[in-house]
């Protein structure tokens, strides 16, 4: 939510919002940013010349702001749906899910399109030390964003990443997650293949070999898929993986031939997965 509204304050639309406690980093970026969140729950903070209320997911009914926006009729809608009228109608999102590891794999997307001169916008759950902040709004068309299976809002209890406009897709694994929300391992997959029906024709998909839920997506898709992991089936395939103190170096072989070599300063098989995402 903090990450929004320093995107939509980029965008020059004036914005406020209130949390119970703010804390770091998030409280960082809002400070760097000149925004200063109203303490608490009032119905007070909802001014009169609020035009839009966006309603997070940590909020419910009884809340007193909530119940003013209800009884007075103001506008509202959820986190995703903002960032999809805002944001990405007019960009081409590339949306990083699964159960583990999309915070790591979106970010190092992000990068990679920025050291490669296409200024992606971006919209992730944490702060990097490459960018120092968790969004952006960039000239490019790409926007990363991290895609985020848990509900919308009270009043919308489908995933988020269903409001995303899906041109590409990441899926690192689906593996049995928030069962608040979610009954059993079922239900859960349904929001991926939900997910991957979304996704247009000239779109693409990109799955993890090594996660047997992840890989089973393919036979959903209606754009092209490509798999990646350690699996010899995958199509980006990492070898001659070398695990040292403080990195991970690698070669990158696709259609039998190696296309590249990767030293990652990050450790663990886990996170050459993140990076070949």
Same mark, same amino acid.
Not at 221 to 226: D, G, I, L, N, R
């Given at each position: 939510?903090?990450?929004?509204?320093?995107?939509?304050?980029?965008?020059?639309?004036?914005?406020?919002?209130?949390?119970?406690?703010?804390?770091?980093?998030?409280?960082?970026?809002?400070?760097?940013?000149?925004?200063?969140?109203?303490?608490?729950?009032?119905?007070?903070?909802?001014?009169?010349?609020?035009?839009?209320?966006?309603?997070?997911?940590?909020?419910?009914?009884?809340?007193?702001?909530?119940?003013?926006?209800?009884?007075?009729?103001?506008?509202?809608?959820?986190?995703?749906?903002?960032?999809?009228?805002?944001?990405?109608?007019?960009?081409?999102?590339?949306?990083?899910?699964?159960?583990?590891?999309?915070?790591?794999?979106?970010?190092?997307?992000?990068?990679?399109?920025?050291?490669?001169?296409?200024?992606?916008?971006?919209?992730? +759950? *944490?702060? /990097?030390?490459?960018?120092?902040?968790?969004?952006? $709004? #960039?000239?490019?068309?790409?926007?990363?964003?991290? @895609?985020?299976?848990?509900?919308?809002?009270?009043?919308?209890?489908?995933?988020?990443?269903?409001?995303?406009?899906?041109?590409?897709?990441?899926?690192?694994?689906?593996?049995?997650?928030?069962?608040?929300?979610?009954?059993?391992?079922?239900?859960?997959?349904?929001?991926?293949?939900?997910?991957?029906?979304?996704?247009?024709?000239?779109?693409?998909?990109?799955?993890?070999?090594?996660?047997?839920?992840?890989?089973?997506?393919?036979?959903?898709?209606?754009?092209?898929?490509?798999?990646?992991?350690?699996?010899?089936?995958?199509?980006?395939?990492?070898?001659?993986?070398?695990?040292?103190?403080?990195?991970?170096?690698?070669?990158?072989?696709? +259609? *039998?031939? /190696?296309?590249?070599?990767?030293?990652?300063?990050? $450790? #663990?098989?886990?996170?050459?997965?993140?990076?070949? @995402?």
């Amino acid at each position: 939510m903090a990450t929004v509204a320093v995107l939509l304050k980029q965008r020059g639309l004036e914005v406020r919002g209130s949390d119970e406690h703010t804390y770091a980093p998030m409280s960082d970026v809002l400070a760097r940013h000149g925004i200063e969140p109203l303490e608490g729950y009032s119905a007070e903070h909802i001014a009169p010349d609020v035009d839009l209320v966006v309603v997070g997911n940590a909020v419910s009914r009884g809340n007193p702001e909530v119940e003013w926006v209800l009884e007075k009729r103001i506008r509202y809608c959820s986190l995703p749906e903002i960032v999809r009228d805002q944001f990405l109608w007019e960009r081409l999102p590339v949306v990083v899910a699964g159960t583990h590891g999309k915070t790591t794999t979106a970010f190092m997307t992000a990068w990679a399109l920025s050291e490669s001169g296409r200024d992606p916008s971006f919209l992730i +759950g *944490g702060v /990097s030390k490459n960018f120092l902040t968790s969004g952006q $709004l #960039g000239n490019g068309k790409p926007f990363v964003i991290e @895609g985020d299976e848990y509900d919308s809002a009270f009043f919308d209890k489908t995933a988020k990443f269903l409001k995303y406009l899906p041109h590409i897709v990441v899926v690192n694994n689906v593996e049995f997650d928030h069962a608040d929300i979610y009954s059993d391992l079922k239900e859960l997959r349904l929001a991926f293949v939900r997910l991957v029906s979304l996704i247009p024709r000239d779109g693409h998909l990109l799955l993890c070999a090594d996660n047997a839920e992840a890989a089973g997506l393919a036979v959903l898709a209606k754009c092209a898929v490509e798999t990646f992991g350690l699996a010899t089936s995958a199509d980006w395939r990492a070898d001659n993986i070398c695990h040292q103190a403080a990195s991970t170096t690698f070669d990158v072989v696709h +259609g *039998g031939q /190696s296309v590249g070599s990767v030293n990652l300063p990050l $450790l #663990g098989v886990f996170n050459i997965r993140n990076a070949l @995402g």
